[in-house]
């Protein structure tokens, strides 16, 4: 078959030793049909024996690829790493514990046949996910489409996804260390379609996201897309004084001219705790965009490759 795109599903992994052996039991058959592929497993630092599995993968079938980075750098920045050695003209982005069915991926590539630069897989069902993680899932997306305006952000989509190699290129030329990838893909704006499956529960180990590090990601998403939170800011600001200049007024016009004694204890502590508050709630804020800046003025590399079955060296992002 000559004139058929490559394909590359990167795998982003972290302690997945489990989940590799079925993973690969259930993409292969998925890929053969499809034409030339290669799969590339990115290697986040795991502590089990996901690169030992990794590395015979490989010399099983040299189509299975990895990348090992030196140290956890998180799904996200592993994601990046993928797709910036990825080789296809196609790349999916699919996750390594089979929530995400392989089975999929035909459609999506389909879909992108048809003139999509980005397919992305929506989720309608979600076995074997707690009610506590799908509500703030929901809210949370339904949240982000009202502070972002100027993008459309899918609703109930992951990373699952398949990307033209314009798309992947876009993607690549975004420069931010604090990413939040699915966001960034909908920032460029191609040509999207979705196609809608049901997620899976996780076929071996566990998840690695606890509420701490979805309320990071959450962060990382909101701040990353929106300057809405400083706007609530000014506001706050704005609103607090004027009522306090409204209450300034009404102390004068009791003590002068109806002649009022005022006790204010209780008003005064109450207004100050309103005010302190508001103030160091205001500065964490600031505090989280200036963070970032400072993390994007380092301009440190998102991820460091320790080991790659494949010699050669793209030209990494940043
Ligand atoms: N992952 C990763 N680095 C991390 C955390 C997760 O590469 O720091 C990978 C993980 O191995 C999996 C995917 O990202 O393939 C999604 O993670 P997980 O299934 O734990 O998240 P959930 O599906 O529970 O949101
Ligand atoms: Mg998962």
Redesign the pocket.
């Given at each position: 078959m000559p004139d058929r795109p490559l394909i590359t599903v990167v795998?982003?992994?972290?302690n997945?030793e489990a989940c590799l052996p079925l993973l690969v039991d259930r993409l292969v058959p998925v890929l053969e049909p499809l034409g030339t592929w290669e799969v590339l497993f990115?290697d986040?630092g795991s502590t089990d024996g996901t690169l030992a599995a990794l590395r015979s993968l490989h010399a099983r079938d040299p189509r299975l690829h990895f990348l090992s980075l030196s140290r956890?750098f998180?799904?996200e920045a592993?994601t990046t790493a993928g797709m910036a050695h990825a080789r296809g003209q196609w790349v999916a982005l699919i996750?390594?514990?089979l929530?995400d069915p392989p089975e999929v991926l035909t459609a999506l590539l389909a879909r992108g046949a048809e003139g999509f630069d980005v397919v992305t897989a929506r989720r309608r069902a979600r076995s074997g996910e707690r009610l506590s993680k799908r509500l703030t899932s929901a809210l949370f997306y339904r949240a982000m489409t009202l502070l972002v305006d100027d993008f459309e952000l899918p609703l109930d989509t992951g990373d699952f996804r398949v990307l033209s190699r314009k798309a992947v290129d876009g993607f690549l030329r975004m420069p931010e260390r604090n990413r939040f990838v699915r966001g960034m893909i909908a920032w460029s704006g191609y040509p999207t379609a979705e196609v809608t499956y049901e997620r899976d529960a996780?076929a071996a180990g566990e998840?690695?996201?606890g509420p701490l590090q979805l309320a990071a990601l959450a962060l990382d998403a909101v701040i990353g897309f929106s300057t809405v939170p400083l706007r609530i800011s000014s506001w706050l600001g704005i609103s607090i004084t004027a009522l306090a200049a409204v209450g300034a007024i009404v102390v004068v016009v009791q003590r002068l001219f109806l002649d009022l004694d005022i006790e204010g204890y209780a008003f005064q502590t109450v207004s100050m705790l309103v005010l302190g508050g508001v103030q160091l709630v205001m500065l964490g804020v600031l505090g989280e965009y200036v963070g970032r800046i400072y993390d994007e003025v380092k301009r440190r590399p998102l991820y460091l490759v320790a080991e790659a079955s494949t010699p050669e060296k793209p030209a990494d992002p940043g």
């Open positions: 795998v982003p992994c972290l997945e990115v986040d956890n998180g799904h592993a996750d390594a514990d929530q996780r998840t690695k996201y």
